[in-house]
């Protein structure tokens, strides 16, 4: 399935042929002018360049798109760089054209040119990939971000479907003393998932193979002109295209209730899981086709004491896609959920919607004048501004509450079709207005003191409307839900609001000549409005020094402390905030961060010199809140060193080493069940007892070596540089239940495997030079990158065990892993 229409891409081909082909002209006719400027030109200008061309063939095992993640890797005749200079010597006129990687996925293009101290000009084109992986997907793409499937497949599903009540049939557990777990189960549900397991892997041999990656594009033109008492005009503009398809899921999850209500103590409570769980849903490309222009118009003057400039922006921002929409392949009717008790308070059967709908980013346009200079002062002191003020409209149509004809909208007099409802506005009318001021005074009352006064303020001012739906499509689609949360908020957008200011004061203090003393401190500030938080506030403190005892040599230690503090956050369990009592957001949480650096260079000889570093970083998270992410810690150090005894031959080595440590701490809702003798239960700290708590303790090792040197075998023929790099990561997961056993099996600290990230790369180049301006040889490449992730799925998962299956189609690109080995054989000339 094309990401990219046929057209587009014959249009855009034939662009970057004719690009080529003039750059190409261009280098000729540079050199023509190179060799006859003297007769021709009469030494009126000086014409330069470089041509770097290359014969390319890769080889590629396994996930090539991972391989060329930022880059074009493609095999055959290949231009690297083209660089073409033109300067006037009796005339103010110059050119510069620049071209590198002309006709592939990373190229660049550039001009610059003008009159010196009159005007110049500038223009540029360039394109970056951001490729992710590739899969298959069993949908078909019919333009606009619709995706379908045949109507017979989900009659087939639809059919296969596993209903409520078979599953509980299968539902018990025995336990032994030892509290092992019998599940005899498992077999019977996977036997039940078998008919619509055996429809859905059959379908992906004739599966659509789909890319999963961006294509940035940009072009853009600046134009600057000179007036005279130092005043300059400028205009810029620059169109960019993001186009490709990314992966996004959707789906939702049911709960099955297997009926035990035992409150005895001991192994038995072990027994009692109050949710089964099956999860489905499907994995999409969300389709990428924005537009965004930008243009900025300006003027300024600029003294020897003073300057200041004023400009106006403009950024136009479009989604060709306004949604995404896409067939549920287990579907062919639309039908709503069912309830346990007959009642709202626990659907079953979701995510039973035909079709599928998820807005996409809305069109915007936004606007911005900005304001900026500075002046120099007595005492050796400059103080310097930028002040600007913007404004953001977006006016993008409503997605309609649902596409599921089965969702009656029952709280809506005569109770009609949510599909068929009317919304209360047609679009969000989103107004936004900003507010940035930015202040900056440096000082140097002695030549010992240096002083740094620094202001900052983001005012983000949201007046779009703030919108009462009577409800909305929920649980995959398929229940009409009256209230935005379970506490019961309503249905209403919440137009959020902030302002952010930062404050800092550094001074820097030379008490020897080998000594500087640093100090500062600093704060943060955040009102916020319409969100769980009233605002948070953060200051610290910071020294640091900076010693060269001998020359050559140089330590930077540098360390800072900060405590950030909390004011308002809504509690949990509640219309306001409907997480869980004791759950924070760890950016809105209550912090204490401790961050130190060390620098350290030293030049051994004038043939080696040395280099150590070292980073250390403690943030600890939420105080006594008892949910989230407690802490984060840190450690990283590096080496270099290098020798180089003469210009025919040097050696350099770099080997760092990072230390991560995170600290999750989770719990398993216990919802009715109780134990009546805990003494912290329910009716104190919300649904979540201390004997259903686990934590994760993540530790992540990293080790990467750098190696590499350079020697010439005849010294200004044959040059030989060589470079490798191996980087090693793992990660662990410790999960532990701190409070003894949990009363629930889904509370059970589960075992997590071993994450490895592995990548190892080799650089050799063989060079000849032919003269003084041409350069033969060639170069290898060869990387191996491997992944080892408990991410990486099947295409299709089902009937895993009585307690948790799935109804998940998956598209299958989860493979990084990797092997390229590139030889080329290049020409280089310069002009």
């Keep these: 399935m094309n990401i990219i229409c046929g057209d587009y891409i014959m249009k855009n081909t034939r662009f970057k042929q004719r690009a080529v082909a003039a750059a190409l002209l261009t280098m000729w006719a540079g050199a023509s002018v190179a060799q006859v400027e003297t007769e021709a030109l009469g030494n009126k200008a000086i014409v330069s360049g470089e041509v770097d061309a290359a014969i390319r063939q890769s080889n590629f095992s396994g996930a090539r798109e991972k391989a060329e993640e930022y880059r074009d890797l493609r095999s055959g005749f290949i231009v690297n760089d083209l660089r073409l200079k033109v300067d006037g010597v009796t005339s103010p006129y110059f050119l510069d054209i620049a071209v590198k990687n002309p006709l592939q996925d990373n190229e660049y293009y550039r001009i610059n040119g003008g009159v010196h101290g009159n005007y110049s000009f500038g223009f540029v084109r360039d394109s970056i990939p951001h490729n992710f992986s590739s899969g298959n997907f069993l949908e078909t793409g019919v333009g606009g971000g619709r995706y379908a499937i045949g ?62 990656g961006l294509q940035r594009e940009r072009t853009g033109f600046n134009f600057d002109y000179l007036l005279a008492g130092g005043a300059k005009l400028w205009a810029k503009v620059s169109d960019e295209k993001r186009t490709g398809v990314r992966r996004i899921n959707a789906g939702s999850y049911e709960r099955y209730n297997n009926g035990v209500t035992t409150t005895t103590a001991g192994v038995g409570n072990r027994s009692h899981v109050a949710d089964y769980f099956q999860v489905e849903g499907i994995e999409l490309p969300e389709t990428i086709d924005y537009r965004t222009v930008n243009v900025s118009l300006g003027a300024g003057i600029y003294k020897s004491a003073w300057m200041v400039d004023v400009a ?29 008790n007959g009642t709202s308070g626990n659907p079953f059967n979701r995510f039973r919607s035909a079709l599928g709908q998820a807005s996409l980013p809305p069109d915007s346009q936004s606007h911005e004048l900005a304001l900026s200079g500075s002046i120099d002062l007595p005492l050796q002191s400059k103080f310097s501004g930028n002040i600007s003020y913007g404004w953001i409209n977006q006016d993008s149509a409503f997605d309609p509450y649902t ?89 209403r957008n919440d137009a959020m609001s902030f302002k952010r200011q930062n404050a800092e004061l550094a001074a820097d203090y030379h008490l020897t000549k080998s000594l500087t003393l640093l100090g500062e401190a600093f704060w943060e500030g955040w009102d916020r409005e319409q969100l769980r938080i009233d605002g948070s506030s953060e200051t610290g403190l910071g020294a640091g020094v900076i010693y060269k005892p001998v ?50 260079s030293y030049l051994a000889s004038d043939a080696v010199t040395l280099g150590l570093s070292g980073d250390y970083l403690d943030d600890k998270y939420g105080g006594d809140n008892r949910f989230g992410l407690k802490k984060n810690k840190r450690l990283v150090g590096g080496l270099d060193i290098s020798y180089a005894p ?108 071993t994450v490895k990230n592995r990548l190892q790369e080799l650089k050799l180049d063989l060079g000849y030079n032919l003269s003084k301006s041409a350069k033969i040889g060639a170069t290898y490449l060869y990387e ?48």
């Design 646 to 753: 003469s210009e025919t031959f040097s050696v350099h080595a770099s080997y760092s080493h990072e230390n991560r440590k995170g600290l999750m701490q989770s719990a398993a809702k216990d919802d009715a069940f109780d134990n009546p003798a805990t003494a912290a239960n329910e009716t104190t700290i919300g649904a979540f007892n201390p004997e259903n708590y686990w934590n994760t303790e993540i530790k992540e090792k990293a080790n990467t070596l750098g190696l590499g040197g350079m020697v010439q075998i005849i010294p200004g023929k044959w040059t030989l540089n060589a470079d490798y790099s191996l980087s090693d990561s793992k990660m662990n997961f410790l999960t532990t239940n701190p409070n003894g056993p949990p009363k629930l099996l889904n509370a059970v600290a589960q075992s997590w495997p």
């Design 151 to 212: 109507d017979v497949i989900q009659t087939q599903l639809q059919a296969a479907e596993v209903l409520r009540s078979q599953r509980l049939t299968n539902t018990g557990v025995t336990s032994t003393a030892a509290g092992a777990l019998i599940n005899p189960a498992d077999a019977q549900n996977r036997a039940l998932d078998a008919g619509m397991a055996g429809i859905v892997n059959g379908l992906y041999s004739s599966a659509n193979a789909v890319k999963f």
């Design 551 to 600: 020359r050559g040599t140089t330590l930077r230690f540098n360390y800072r402390n900060a405590h950030r503090t909390v004011d308002g956050y809504k509690t949990g369990n509640t219309a306001l905030n409907p997480e869980a009592v004791g759950l924070v957001n760890y950016d809105w949480a209550e912090r204490k961060r401790d961050k130190a650096t060390l620098k350290l």
């Design 312 to 340: 106006y922006t403009m950024t136009d921002f479009k989604n060709n896609i306004h949604s995404l929409v896409w067939d549920n392949p287990f579907r062919i009717t639309g039908a709503a959920a069912t309830n346990a």
């Design 403 to 491: 596409l599921n004809t089965g969702v009656i909208a029952s709280s809506v007099s005569g109770a009609p079709l949510a599909a068929n409802l009317a919304l209360p506005q047609a679009n969000l009318n989103g107004k936004v207005a900003t507010l940035f001021q930015s202040y900056q005074l440096t000082s140097k009352p002695t030549q010992a003191l240096a002083l740094t006064a620094k202001y900052r303020s983001y005012d983000y001012d949201n007046q779009s409307s703030n919108i009462t739906f009577p409800g909305y499509s929920a649980f995959g689609d398929s229940f009409w839900r009256t209230a935005r949360n379970d506490p019961g908020a309503p249905v």
């Design 784 to 831: 191996w990158y491997k992944l080892d992730d408990f991410t990486n799925t099947s295409a299709y998962l089902a009937g895993s065990t009585f307690e948790n299956s799935t109804k998940y189609v998956f598209t299958g690109a989860n493979n990084y892993d990797y092997r390229v080995h590139v030889l080329a054989a290049y020409l280089r000339y310069k002009f």
